[in-house]
């Protein structure tokens, strides 16, 4: 079996532990988080000192602490990971051998998913190590990817797009159905269908709409209807602008 | 059976044709199209004179053709509904009763969907129309909403957002991938679970990133990434100041 431990308590790490609990091929044998907490019974520190010995070291902290808790560590040449698409591989202390086992999507502490289908984007500075995260994450998830920091940096900027601005755009149609007495239970059927229309087309095939169409006249009245919601008319305009040049 | 014909042969009459081709409570027992298509054997003309007697004439053609096609029924008092979810109800001809069975969803010619899931907005001229459209849409949907025009016209400016918007958002996500040679099938996963977050939160409690966080560092390093996309960096600026403000 594979030894791994696991570093921080947060949503990541609590979604990993079950989801390594569950494999047979690796086995989490520590935890360490600050306030000792621990998970499916796994032993767990708030001392790096009683840090036992493990194949696999993965780091899932806040992005600004993953620095910090690499230097903490107090062994040279194990294998560290961290878990985010935004840090760089070499911000993870030198003295031991670095990688990146970042899980792309987004979790949340109430919500159960499985790995099974999460892309995990592995990178690393040897080949030995490559293939170690590679078998790890292929014990939890079938979609593994080599990906390099550049390339991450780039996956993590895609993730805001098709993550958190979608999620506004559905926060602006909430809003407009509030405003207007009507239930967003009305948008969720096209929200879903427009998730599902790209899993076997591409966007722009799928792309359909006013601004699509040039249709300047409805473009007008719904800039009217918007008139007075300047931040929204501002983000109608220019998301208009950009279909129309894409 | 409750009667009822459907004009035209685009997306949306296709899809109605084949809903009420299994419901056991309405018949559609003509259709009208320019060029004479039957669908599912049933009965169909191009020429307005031939249009027989129904209790339901469903337009559903291109918003700018819905007046045109309305004026040029030969017969008076019928109840005539157009399938859009921006025209305004007085734009049908006044010669007959007056309604609109809009329904909200993104429908594509190649892809099948349910009806029953779909929301149905049914607006009338008096109550007994009213009672017939309602009537009609619960034979082919559980989702069955009364809409005033002004609501109706709001409903599709949302839909705009989470549709239209959404996909070409969808789209930048595609562009950021392609260009770094990253499969667009990394991001499927997150923009399921997106997608399907909202269905028991709401968008502003599924709000998450470095805009929501005031994670200004990141904000600033995806606008450096961002340099050599202009219309992109727009995007993301206009969005990122109005998940601050929101
Ligand atoms: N959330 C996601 O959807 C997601 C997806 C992919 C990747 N990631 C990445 O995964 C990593 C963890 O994210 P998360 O969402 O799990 O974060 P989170 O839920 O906010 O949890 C952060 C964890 O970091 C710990 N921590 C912070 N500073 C620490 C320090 N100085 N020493 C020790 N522990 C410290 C916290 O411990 P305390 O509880 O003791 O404060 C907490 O357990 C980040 O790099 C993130 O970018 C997140
Ligand atoms: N597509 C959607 O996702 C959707 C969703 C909700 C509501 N709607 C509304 O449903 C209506 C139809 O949309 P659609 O997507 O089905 O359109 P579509 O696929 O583009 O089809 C348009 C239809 O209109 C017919 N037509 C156009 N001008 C005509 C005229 N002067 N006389 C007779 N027929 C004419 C066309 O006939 P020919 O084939 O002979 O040209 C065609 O059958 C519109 O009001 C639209 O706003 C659409």
Redesign the pocket.
Same mark, same amino acid.
């Given at each position: 079996m594979t030894k791994v431990i696991i570093i921080? &308590? #947060?949503? *990541?790490?609590t979604h990993l532990i079950k989801a390594f609990y569950k494999s047979s091929k690796v086995q989490v044998i520590q935890l360490f988080?600050?306030?000792a907490t621990s998970t499916e019974g796994i032993p767990v520190t708030n001392s790096y000192d009683e840090l036992l010995n493990a194949d696999l070291y993965i780091i899932?902290?806040?992005?600004d602490?993953?620095s910090?808790?690499s230097h903490k560590l107090p062994f040279k040449g194990r294998l560290v990971v961290?878990? &985010? #698409?935004? *840090?760089a591989l070499d911000e993870l202390a030198p003295e031991n051998r670095r990688g990146v086992f970042?899980?792309l999507?987004?979790?949340s502490r109430n919500k159960d998913i499985s790995f099974a289908g999460i892309p995990l984007c592995i990178e690393a500075g040897n080949d030995e190590d490559r293939k170690l995260l590679e078998y790890v994450a292929h014990s939890i998830s079938r979609k593994v990817y080599r990906v390099n920091s550049e390339q991450r940096r780039s996956l993590h900027l895609a993730a805001v797009f098709v993550n958190n601005f979608v999620n506004h755009l559905y926060a602006i149609g909430n809003d407009i159905c509030k405003k207007n007495d009507l239930s967003f239970d009305l948008l969720k059927p096209l929200i879903a269908e427009t998730a599902e229309k790209i899993e076997n087309m591409s966007p722009a095939e799928a792309q359909t709409g006013p601004a699509k169409r040039h249709d300047e006249t409805t473009v007008q009245k719904h800039l009217d209807q918007l008139n007075t919601y300047p931040t929204y008319k501002k983000i109608y305009e220019t998301l208009t602008k950009s279909i129309q040049k894409h």
């Open positions: 921080g &308590s #947060g949503n *990541v790490a988080n600050r306030s899932a902290v806040s992005d602490s993953i910090e808790v961290h878990t &985010s #698409g935004s *840090v970042y899980p999507q987004s979790f």
